[in-house]
């Protein structure tokens, strides 16, 4: 049959069925790695009852046992259904169902019964694995399109679908999702194979994209930390977890619902991850999932907090329709996350902090090929490209940029705010596509759209916006910050040329560390610097002592950069203690371009912490390794 889709990283055939709601029922066992599942899925026709023969679902990695049609119309009793798995591409398979002949149901439901186990989605940790070294550790992650391999389904953020779960596993341990809790909780504790075992159930009443869909089952307590949010973690970093986000958690929310219109999903916990967690956060709906490298004791990375709160409106309720358009998501949020900031913590520190990112967004663009998809805004996802290979600096960055373009084309803050509000509400529950922004945008501002500006010579919309490679046309102004960087400015221009720092340097302790970043930063952009003159600059800055990851992070580069081979102890030790692939990836780059003795330890390190990396960064590392030993 001709198979239509919206969406080239998905199998599913989305314009004749969609799933709008999923029943999952999991059984957690650690010991054999398995989650012993059961999901019913509710479909309806998409068109008119017609007679479609076929299903096509994502898959990976699952072992299907049984797929039923249940209350069909057309049999007193369930159908057993036949059903075959093929490749697709090397990030997913095809699951095809197929159907009774002459079915013309326009709402149907259909139960598959399976296995997952060692898909992508599913980090099973040992306990020497956990913070706490105790009780193995289970967490999914499905962005970008990984939850094929935790349940089979229609893996596109183009379709969103409401959910309940029940999750069974042992006592002592608690399972969490991304939605409500249902109490009590846990429900039941009951005998399953002579053990004792807990029920956990959770209801997702909105519609989400299924890359939301999220479980984490380990040994978890929480603390109350806002009238609408706990954060859980391990038992032995909850005090700290509970003293990095008491309080200050709500003012985000709530400044968020003044800029952006009504939080919608009632309850915003957090979850602190165990250190093989591969990102800063992922914004969960109702269940944030944050590193625990934010847990420094004085508050000073809540960024990435803000970050995931904004989340609950660009990406959670607003969603890019394909990964095509990532920006979509990441953009608006990056420009929600630095509204909030400027509020929070002034404008010298947003301008500066907006600086660090213009940097980042530099760097990633230096490391590509000038005429690289990967530098677009709107990626073109086709021909077997893993959406999860093309993740970089450019959506957040670039899409920053262009959300802030609009912003100074309309000229009022306070339009643009209402357009936002306005944005939120008409595609809420919706996915959308970068037309569907633009149009939007231009309706809204007829002045601007008469006035021709979506072709504006030099920053014309698609062409030069969307499918151009390279730093944005326009990036915003970080003057503001300039007051911060030409103290840094003063103290690397002396050092460099005297050998002594300035007099600023005495201040070195006090600086904020979105400064110390800036030092760091230039410092790596200089092309050699001689051992003598870093090792001044290591043993005045005590950097090897910080226990800051952004500071440890550029720290490591310039180690392993310059070849300061006495400190490659400290990257080792920073690679061991954190999995966040905005680190790791980075850090072993820069280690396979030093010195025999920084590719010596980029192999040890790996070889060290491999089994306790996330699938996805642990293939990366190892590319990285290989492809340098081939050359």
């Known amino acids: 049959m001709s198979l239509k889709r919206k969406d080239n990283c998905s199998i599913s055939n989305t314009n004749d069925f969609l799933i709008n709601h999923y029943d999952f029922h999991f059984v957690c066992d650690f010991e054999q790695q398995k989650l012993f599942s059961k999901v019913n899925l509710h479909f309806h026709q998409t068109q008119s009852p017609t007679q479609i023969s076929k299903i096509f679902l994502d898959v990976l990695q699952l072992n299907i046992n049984k797929i039923e049609l249940l209350n069909s119309k057309q049999s007193s009793s369930n159908v057993t259904l036949t059903f075959t798995i093929n490749n697709f591409e090397s990030f997913g398979e095809s699951l095809e169902i197929s159907l009774p002949q002459d079915f013309n149901e326009k709402e149907f439901k259909i139960e598959i019964e399976f296995i997952a186990s060692q898909g992508p989605a599913l980090c099973w940790l040992l306990p020497s694995q956990t913070a706490g070294k105790v009780k193995p550790y289970l967490f999914t992650q499905g962005q970008a399109c990984l939850n094929r391999s935790l349940f089979p389904c229609q893996d596109t953020p183009s379709v ?38 807990l029920e956990f159930k959770f209801e997702m009443k909105l519609p989400i994209p299924i890359y939301l869909v999220a479980l984490a089952i380990g040994d978890l307590t929480c603390a109350t930390i806002g009238p609408r949010s706990k954060v859980w973690t391990e038992p032995c970093l909850i005090k700290a977890a509970e003293s990095e986000f008491a309080d200050i958690t709500e003012q985000y929310i709530q400044q968020g619902e003044k800029f952006f219109g009504p939080y919608v999903w009632q ?268 090792k001044s600059i290591c043993e005045r800055c005590q950097l090897s002592k910080s226990q800051n990851p952004e500071i440890r992070l550029r720290w490591s580069k310039i180690i392993a950069k310059h070849q300061f081979d006495e400190e490659l102890y400290f990257i080792s030790k920073f690679l061991q203690e954190q999995s966040k692939q905005k680190y790791t990836l980075p850090i072993y780059q820069q280690l396979v371009n030093g010195s025999e003795k920084a590719q010596a330890l980029a192999i040890e390190t790996f070889e060290l912490t491999k089994n306790s990396l996330a699938t996805t960064v642990r293939n990366y590392v190892r590319n990285i390794i290989t492809t340098k030993k081939q050359h």
């Open 267 to 534: 309850q915003y916990d957090i979850l602190v991850m165990p250190p093989s967690f591969p990102y800063g956060g992922m914004e969960n709906p109702c269940l944030t999932f944050l590193t625990p490298t934010l847990l420094v004791g004085d508050r000073s990375l809540l960024d990435v907090v803000i970050h995931e709160i904004i989340h609950s409106w660009f990406g959670n309720l607003v969603t890019n329709e394909t990964w095509s358009d990532f920006w979509i998501n990441e953009g608006f949020t990056m420009y929600g996350q630095r509204r909030i900031m400027k509020h929070f913590f002034g404008e010298e520190l947003t301008a500066l902090e907006t600086l660090t990112g213009k940097t980042l967004l530099r760097e990633c663009i230096k490391s590509l090929e000038p005429d690289s998809i990967l530098s677009r805004l709107h990626v073109p996802l086709a021909g077997g490209i893993n959406p999860d290979d093309v993740y970089n600096e450019t959506p957040y960055e670039k899409g920053f940029a262009f959300v802030s373009y609009l912003e100074q084309a309309v000229g009022s803050i306070e339009k643009f705010d209402d357009w936002l509000k306005s944005y939120i509400s008409t595609f809420a529950f919706k996915s959308l596509n970068y037309r569907d922004v633009l149009d939007h945008f231009l309706q809204n501002f007829p002045e601007l759209k008469a006035s021709g500006f979506e072709f504006k010579v030099g920053f014309e919309f698609e062409a030069k916006w969307l499918n151009e490679s390279g730093f944005p046309v326009f990036y915003p102004s970080t003057e503001k910050a300039d007051s911060l960087t030409k103290v840094v400015e003063r103290v690397i221009q002396c050092w460099i040329t005297t050998g002594n720092p300035s007099e600023d340097i005495e201040n070195f302790s006090k600086w904020h560390y979105l400064q110390v970043c800036n030092f760091l930063d230039s410092l790596f952009a200089i092309e050699k610097i001689e051992l003598p003159l870093l």
């Open 160 to 197: 969103k679908a409401t959910y309940n779960a029940t999750v069974v596993t042992k006592v002592g341990f608690v399972a969490l999702m991304s939605a409500l809790r249902v109490e009590p909780f846990p429900q039941n504790k009951t005998l399953q194979d002579g053990n004792e075992v």
